[in-house]
């Protein structure tokens, strides 16, 4: 195996065209797991911990957060809690403090595992994936349109994730996950929602329920129509909430729970989320926080 450590994203762009087989590491939280259970034995490993731009993180001139691939989600919760409330709240349940000193995003992104706990807030908030490779320069693909399967990603083989886009919250966001147990687990099915009270819609992203991370699509759109923001949550808008989000998921039996838990724990996660979140809405306590 060889062992690639480039300086510059130039140099990593440059030896991921040479080499598209290597597999690029960061924090390495997922690609030493399957290396030590020798279950993926890659010709060559792309070490991108000394590309320093991509633990970087800046806001765009149109608001947007431009957040490097390889910032830690200790620093995630640290300075972007605030603006990215729903990702913070994911990068929390991230396995010890060990591990979310090393992981990121990108990494998430990268491993593209349905389980993966940052893939629903970046769904429900609607955020960007900005690939590049030596060749073609740079893309961005909606998260929406980034997972094609299990494990499978949109990447192209010589492109690398570089940093992922997101507005700012502008309405409270809430992420919810069951496991087999209370802490560094991998989740039995996830979900989250962030409310944007400004365009009068919810966002929603569904995790390991189906062979991709996806959205709640027939939920939001539901929402999107009777959802009256000036009043009390209707019980009723709540209840078929959950029913369309547990719709929305195509789960499977397996070790860590049945296909009907799973659909059942997506509906419950879908009515606890939107109450905490509407709640806080209208209360103004999100304001006040995020002000």
């Not at 994911?90 to 349905?114: E, K, W």
């Not at 996830?190 to 944007?196: C, P, V």
Request: proline residues 7%; contains cysteine; neutral net charge.
């Amino acid at each position: 195996m060889d062992f690639l450590r480039p300086t510059t994203w130039a140099e990593a762009l440059a030896a991921k065209a040479d080499r598209p087989e290597a597999v690029p590491i960061q924090g390495g939280t997922d690609v030493m797991v399957e290396l030590n259970f020798d279950l993926h034995r890659p010709a060559a490993l792309l070490d991108l911990n000394r590309v320093a731009e991509l633990a970087e993180w800046t806001c765009e001139e149109d608001g947007r957060l431009r957040v490097g691939a390889g910032v830690p989600y200790v620093r995630l919760i640290a300075e972007l809690g605030n603006r990215l409330p729903g990702l913070a709240q994911a990068a929390r349940t991230v396995g010890s403090p060990q591990i979310r000193n090393r992981g990121t995003v990108g990494g998430n992104l990268g491993a593209a595992s349905p389980a993966g706990d940052s893939h629903p807030p970046l769904l429900a908030g609607d955020a960007v994936i900005e690939v590049e490779s030596a060749a073609r320069g740079v893309r961005m693909i909606p998260a929406a349109e980034f997972y094609l399967g299990v494990k499978r990603s949109a990447l192209e083989p010589d492109e690398l994730i570089r940093a992922f886009r997101m507005s700012p919250a502008t309405g409270p966001q809430y992420f919810s996950k069951v496991g087999t147990r209370n802490a560094m687990v991998i989740a039995v099915c996830s979900f989250a929602i962030a409310l944007h009270p400004v365009e009068r819609r919810v966002g929603t992203g569904i995790g390991s329920a189906a062979p991709t991370p996806r959205r709640a699509l027939a939920a939001e759109e539901f929402l999107a129509a009777e959802l009256d923001w000036d009043a009390r949550l209707d019980p009723a808008v709540l209840a078929r909430f959950g029913e369309l989000a547990a719709a929305a998921a195509s789960p499977i039996d397996d070790v860590r729970g049945t296909a009907d838990y799973r659909r059942h724990a997506i509906g419950v996660m879908a009515r606890r989320t939107l109450t905490w979140a509407w709640n806080e809405f209208r209360s103004g306590h999100f304001e006040r926080r995020a002000g």
